[in-house]
Protein backbone atom coordinates (compact mmCIF):
# COMPACT_ATOMS: atom_id res chain seq x y z
CA UNK A 1 0.00 0.00 0.00
CA UNK A 2 2.56 2.51 1.01
CA UNK A 3 4.86 2.07 -2.07
CA UNK A 4 1.64 2.80 -4.39
CA UNK A 5 1.18 5.96 -2.01
CA UNK A 6 4.64 6.90 -2.87
CA UNK A 7 4.83 5.64 -6.61
CA UNK A 8 1.44 8.34 -7.02
CA UNK A 9 3.17 11.21 -4.64
CA UNK A 10 6.29 10.31 -6.99
CA UNK A 11 4.72 11.11 -10.37
CA UNK A 12 3.10 14.21 -8.86
CA UNK A 13 6.17 15.66 -7.68
CA UNK A 14 7.65 15.26 -11.79
CA UNK A 15 4.70 16.52 -12.94
CA UNK A 16 5.09 19.54 -10.83
CA UNK A 17 8.76 20.09 -12.05
CA UNK A 18 7.74 19.15 -15.51
CA UNK A 19 4.81 22.01 -15.61
CA UNK A 20 6.76 25.12 -14.79
CA UNK A 21 4.28 26.94 -15.64
CA UNK A 22 1.81 25.91 -13.68
CA UNK A 23 4.16 25.59 -11.03
CA UNK A 24 4.64 29.09 -11.18
CA UNK A 25 1.42 30.50 -11.50
CA UNK A 26 0.20 28.18 -8.79
CA UNK A 27 2.90 29.91 -6.30
CA UNK A 28 2.79 33.48 -7.22
CA UNK A 29 -1.03 33.50 -7.92
CA UNK A 30 -1.21 33.68 -3.89
CA UNK A 31 1.28 36.49 -3.40
CA UNK A 32 -0.40 38.67 -5.84
CA UNK A 33 -4.10 38.51 -4.31
CA UNK A 34 -2.45 39.05 -0.95
CA UNK A 35 -0.72 42.11 -3.08
CA UNK A 36 -4.40 42.94 -4.02
CA UNK A 37 -5.84 42.62 -0.72
CA UNK A 38 -3.14 44.58 0.78
CA UNK A 39 -3.87 47.64 -1.66
CA UNK A 40 -7.37 47.52 -0.62
CA UNK A 41 -7.44 47.32 2.88
CA UNK A 42 -5.08 50.94 2.27
CA UNK A 43 -8.26 52.53 0.95
CA UNK A 44 -10.07 51.69 3.97
CA UNK A 45 -10.59 53.50 7.01
CA UNK A 46 -8.28 52.03 9.72
CA UNK A 47 -11.48 52.80 12.08
CA UNK A 48 -13.21 49.62 10.74
CA UNK A 49 -11.33 47.02 12.30
CA UNK A 50 -10.93 46.41 15.82
CA UNK A 51 -7.77 43.64 15.25
CA UNK A 52 -6.54 44.52 11.67
CA UNK A 53 -3.70 42.43 12.29
CA UNK A 54 -5.80 39.41 13.30
CA UNK A 55 -8.11 40.27 9.83
CA UNK A 56 -4.87 39.92 8.36
CA UNK A 57 -4.51 36.86 9.08
CA UNK A 58 -7.87 35.12 9.17
CA UNK A 59 -8.08 36.61 5.07
CA UNK A 60 -4.47 35.25 4.04
CA UNK A 61 -6.11 31.80 5.51
CA UNK A 62 -8.76 31.65 3.35
CA UNK A 63 -7.15 32.89 0.27
CA UNK A 64 -4.66 29.64 0.61
CA UNK A 65 -7.40 27.54 1.53
CA UNK A 66 -9.33 28.81 -1.88
CA UNK A 67 -6.17 28.64 -3.85
CA UNK A 68 -5.79 24.68 -2.66
CA UNK A 69 -8.93 23.66 -3.14
CA UNK A 70 -9.38 25.35 -6.35
CA UNK A 71 -5.76 24.22 -8.26
CA UNK A 72 -6.70 20.57 -6.99
CA UNK A 73 -10.10 20.53 -7.97
CA UNK A 74 -8.92 21.45 -11.56
CA UNK A 75 -5.91 18.92 -11.59
CA UNK A 76 -8.05 15.74 -10.45
CA UNK A 77 -10.55 16.67 -13.07
CA UNK A 78 -8.07 17.08 -15.70
CA UNK A 79 -6.20 13.46 -14.70
CA UNK A 80 -9.52 11.91 -15.09
CA UNK A 81 -10.08 13.17 -18.82
CA UNK A 82 -6.50 11.84 -19.44
CA UNK A 83 -7.18 8.61 -17.80
CA UNK A 84 -4.44 8.97 -15.21
CA UNK A 85 -6.83 7.99 -12.94
CA UNK A 86 -8.23 4.53 -15.00
CA UNK A 87 -4.75 3.57 -15.74
CA UNK A 88 -3.70 3.30 -11.99
CA UNK A 89 -6.91 1.18 -11.27
CA UNK A 90 -5.96 -1.20 -13.83
CA UNK A 91 -2.50 -1.18 -12.15
CA UNK A 92 -4.21 -2.44 -8.65
CA UNK A 93 -3.92 1.19 -7.04
CA UNK A 94 -6.60 0.81 -4.46
CA UNK A 95 -8.49 4.08 -4.05
CA UNK A 96 -7.03 4.81 -1.02
CA UNK A 97 -3.15 4.25 -2.53
CA UNK A 98 -4.56 7.30 -4.85
CA UNK A 99 -6.07 9.39 -2.84
CA UNK A 100 -3.14 9.30 0.24
CA UNK A 101 -0.41 9.62 -2.77
CA UNK A 102 -2.10 13.07 -4.20
CA UNK A 103 -2.56 14.46 -1.30
CA UNK A 104 1.17 12.97 -0.06
CA UNK A 105 2.07 15.04 -3.87
CA UNK A 106 0.29 18.14 -3.63
CA UNK A 107 1.34 18.41 0.33
CA UNK A 108 4.57 19.86 -1.17
CA UNK A 109 3.09 22.68 -3.13
CA UNK A 110 0.49 23.64 -0.39
CA UNK A 111 3.34 23.62 2.02
CA UNK A 112 5.67 26.04 -0.41
CA UNK A 113 1.94 28.60 -0.83
CA UNK A 114 2.02 28.58 2.86
CA UNK A 115 4.99 29.16 3.57
CA UNK A 116 5.61 31.99 0.90
CA UNK A 117 2.26 33.48 1.54
CA UNK A 118 2.88 34.15 5.56
CA UNK A 119 6.17 35.29 4.10
CA UNK A 120 4.33 37.61 2.01
CA UNK A 121 2.13 38.39 4.58
CA UNK A 122 4.73 39.18 7.28
CA UNK A 123 6.20 41.52 4.64
CA UNK A 124 3.42 43.53 3.51
CA UNK A 125 1.31 44.03 6.94
CA UNK A 126 4.62 44.26 9.23
CA UNK A 127 2.54 41.55 12.10
CA UNK A 128 3.85 41.96 15.84
CA UNK A 129 3.20 37.82 16.48
CA UNK A 130 6.32 36.22 17.47
CA UNK A 131 7.96 33.22 16.06
CA UNK A 132 6.19 31.56 18.31
CA UNK A 133 2.73 32.63 17.32
CA UNK A 134 3.54 32.47 14.11
CA UNK A 135 4.61 28.67 14.19
CA UNK A 136 0.98 28.46 15.12
CA UNK A 137 -0.74 30.04 12.48
CA UNK A 138 1.12 28.53 10.04
CA UNK A 139 0.23 25.00 11.80
CA UNK A 140 -3.48 25.85 11.05
CA UNK A 141 -2.99 27.45 7.33
CA UNK A 142 -0.92 24.22 6.65
CA UNK A 143 -3.52 21.84 7.91
CA UNK A 144 -6.64 23.60 6.20
CA UNK A 145 -4.33 23.48 2.91
CA UNK A 146 -4.22 19.54 3.34
CA UNK A 147 -8.26 19.86 4.15
CA UNK A 148 -8.70 21.32 0.65
CA UNK A 149 -7.00 19.34 -1.22
CA UNK A 150 -9.24 16.76 0.69
CA UNK A 151 -11.87 18.82 -0.50
CA UNK A 152 -11.08 19.04 -4.01
CA UNK A 153 -10.27 15.51 -4.44
CA UNK A 154 -14.19 14.52 -3.27
CA UNK A 155 -15.82 17.37 -5.14
CA UNK A 156 -14.06 16.94 -8.79
CA UNK A 157 -15.37 13.02 -7.96
CA UNK A 158 -18.80 14.34 -8.85
CA UNK A 159 -17.69 16.10 -12.05
CA UNK A 160 -16.80 14.26 -15.43
CA UNK A 161 -15.09 17.45 -17.34
CA UNK A 162 -13.29 20.97 -16.48
CA UNK A 163 -16.93 22.58 -17.30
CA UNK A 164 -18.08 20.85 -14.73
CA UNK A 165 -16.24 21.51 -12.30
CA UNK A 166 -16.21 25.58 -12.38
CA UNK A 167 -20.13 25.17 -10.59
CA UNK A 168 -18.22 24.12 -8.02
CA UNK A 169 -15.92 26.87 -7.63
CA UNK A 170 -18.30 29.85 -6.75
CA UNK A 171 -20.57 27.21 -4.46
CA UNK A 172 -17.56 26.84 -2.45
CA UNK A 173 -15.99 30.60 -2.34
CA UNK A 174 -19.72 32.45 -1.72
CA UNK A 175 -20.82 30.39 1.28
CA UNK A 176 -16.98 30.12 2.31
CA UNK A 177 -17.09 34.15 2.90
CA UNK A 178 -20.46 34.52 3.92
CA UNK A 179 -21.20 31.65 6.40
CA UNK A 180 -17.93 30.63 7.86
CA UNK A 181 -17.48 33.40 10.33
CA UNK A 182 -14.92 35.24 8.38
CA UNK A 183 -17.26 38.98 8.07
CA UNK A 184 -19.39 38.05 10.51
CA UNK A 185 -19.85 36.27 14.15
CA UNK A 186 -21.92 32.87 13.42
CA UNK A 187 -24.24 33.46 16.05
CA UNK A 188 -25.44 36.48 14.02
CA UNK A 189 -26.55 34.03 11.52
CA UNK A 190 -30.19 32.63 11.31
CA UNK A 191 -30.15 28.94 12.10
CA UNK A 192 -31.52 28.34 8.60
CA UNK A 193 -28.16 29.30 7.54
CA UNK A 194 -25.69 28.76 10.62
CA UNK A 195 -26.16 25.12 10.21
CA UNK A 196 -24.16 25.13 6.75
CA UNK A 197 -21.10 26.71 8.43
CA UNK A 198 -20.36 23.73 10.22
CA UNK A 199 -19.81 21.67 6.85
CA UNK A 200 -17.36 24.47 6.13
CA UNK A 201 -13.53 23.60 6.58
CA UNK A 202 -12.71 27.43 7.22
CA UNK A 203 -15.37 27.51 10.51
CA UNK A 204 -12.91 25.30 12.41
CA UNK A 205 -10.11 27.22 11.35
CA UNK A 206 -11.03 30.30 12.19
CA UNK A 207 -12.19 29.01 15.79
CA UNK A 208 -8.91 27.89 16.38
CA UNK A 209 -6.94 31.22 15.27
CA UNK A 210 -9.01 34.18 16.66
CA UNK A 211 -8.53 32.57 20.74
CA UNK A 212 -5.35 31.75 19.52
CA UNK A 213 -4.63 35.21 18.51
CA UNK A 214 -6.64 37.34 20.81
CA UNK A 215 -6.25 35.39 23.94
CA UNK A 216 -3.22 33.39 23.23
CA UNK A 217 -4.72 29.69 23.95
CA UNK A 218 -3.18 26.78 22.54
CA UNK A 219 -2.98 25.66 19.32
CA UNK A 220 -4.22 22.29 20.63
CA UNK A 221 -7.39 23.20 22.29
CA UNK A 222 -9.57 23.07 19.27
CA UNK A 223 -6.82 21.71 16.68
CA UNK A 224 -8.35 18.05 17.24
CA UNK A 225 -11.64 18.66 15.35
CA UNK A 226 -9.87 20.15 11.93
CA UNK A 227 -7.54 17.29 12.39
CA UNK A 228 -11.07 15.22 12.54
CA UNK A 229 -12.77 16.78 9.70
CA UNK A 230 -10.04 16.02 7.67
CA UNK A 231 -9.95 12.95 8.12
CA UNK A 232 -13.96 12.57 7.67
CA UNK A 233 -12.97 14.36 4.09
CA UNK A 234 -10.27 12.19 3.22
CA UNK A 235 -12.62 9.15 3.74
CA UNK A 236 -15.34 10.64 1.35
CA UNK A 237 -12.92 11.77 -1.04
CA UNK A 238 -11.66 7.52 -0.96
CA UNK A 239 -15.37 6.28 -0.95
CA UNK A 240 -16.52 8.59 -4.14
CA UNK A 241 -13.40 7.89 -5.84
CA UNK A 242 -14.52 5.75 -9.29
CA UNK A 243 -12.74 4.51 -12.09
CA UNK A 244 -15.20 5.83 -14.35
CA UNK A 245 -18.00 9.10 -13.19
Not at 183 to 205: H, K, M, N, V
Request: proline share 4%; aromatic share 14%; net charge neutral.
Amino acid sequence: MLSNTFAVAARIYRQLIGDRRFLALSTLMPLVVLYLFKVFINALPVSLFTDPEMFYVLVTTFIVHFVSYVLCLIVIVRERREETLARMFVNNFSRTDIVLGYLLGYAGLATLQAVLILGGMEYLFHLSYGPGLMLSIFAVIWTLAMISIALGMMISNLAKTEAQVFPFIPLFILPTIFLSGLILPLESLPWSARWISYLIPLTYALEILRPLIEEGTSLFQNFWILIAYGLILLGLASMTLRQRQ
